[in-house]
């Protein structure tokens, strides 16, 4: 099976500006995860969907947000870009998202504000 | 609250040489407990998850982790270390009972000399 897949990899944008990035799950996986990584929180959690309804929600402003697709690609955007925003993002694709299911991620968009 | 620590910003080994990096969790219930590996620029890979049963784990590239409850840890070895498994490794635990998202430790460089 294909892995998880996640475009683009890399994106420079600057202040103010908004970005949408893409997540394509691995076939018949119906849970997907977004994280922001950076060095100083480490790996953060955004939020998670599951059959186009978001379940779970981390502790980030209103500017970041998500949606779900019936064919369970997903896609987040950021509005208003900040310098703070800079970071690598992580989707993350499972069976059903929770218990012992394994999460299996893809290789990131690398984001950087300028 | 649930939280993951690694308490080894870097942990050092000779290639040859067991090496051990480490991992407590704090959650209420049984957890499930996973190992993440993460090479530069690229995303997480799946080592191993402890679900329930035997309290050590065999994952992937020869990596085995040790579920202990009493002590709230869950430490990932390796017999004999290999430059290449030179990365960044991330423990990672979820609360069976209610949540869809994992919670990530701080991470650990492992840095395997020649």
């Known amino acids: 099976k294909a892995g998880v897949t996640q475009t683009p990899r890399y994106l420079i944008k600057t202040r103010g500006q908004q970005v949408t990035l893409s997540c394509s799950p691995i076939s018949g996986h119906r849970s997907v995860s977004w994280y922001q990584q950076t060095p100083g929180q480490g790996l953060q959690f955004l939020f998670e969907y599951f059959s186009e309804t978001q379940r779970n929600k981390g502790n980030f402003p209103g500017r970041f947000s998500g949606r779900q697709f019936s064919n369970s690609r997903s896609e987040m955007n950021v509005s208003t870009l900040e310098l703070g925003d800079s970071a690598l993002y992580l989707c993350?694709?499972?069976?059903?998202?929770?218990?012992?299911?394994?999460?299996?991620f893809g290789p990131g968009t690398r984001l950087t504000v300028l | 609250a649930q939280s993951v620590a690694q308490p080894e910003d870097q942990v050092n080994v000779a290639e040859g040489n067991p090496l051990t990096v480490k991992c407590t969790y704090s959650?209420?219930?049984?957890?499930?407990l996973f190992w993440y590996v993460q090479y530069p620029n690229r995303g997480l890979q799946f080592l191993l998850k402890y679900i329930t049963g035997d309290n050590l784990v065999k994952g992937s590239y020869g990596f085995e982790a040790e579920f202990n409850k009493s002590q709230t840890s869950f430490h990932l070895k390796k017999p004999s270390a290999l430059v290449s498994d030179s990365a960044l490794y991330f423990c990672?635990?979820?609360?069976?009972?209610?949540?869809?998202?994992?919670?990530f430790g701080s991470g650990t460089r492992l840095l395997v000399r020649p």
């Open positions: 993350a694709s499972s069976i059903q998202g929770m218990g012992a299911d394994t999460q299996y």
């Open positions: 990672a635990v979820r609360d069976p009972g209610s949540s869809y998202k994992l919670i």
């Open positions: 959650v209420s219930g049984n957890p499930y």
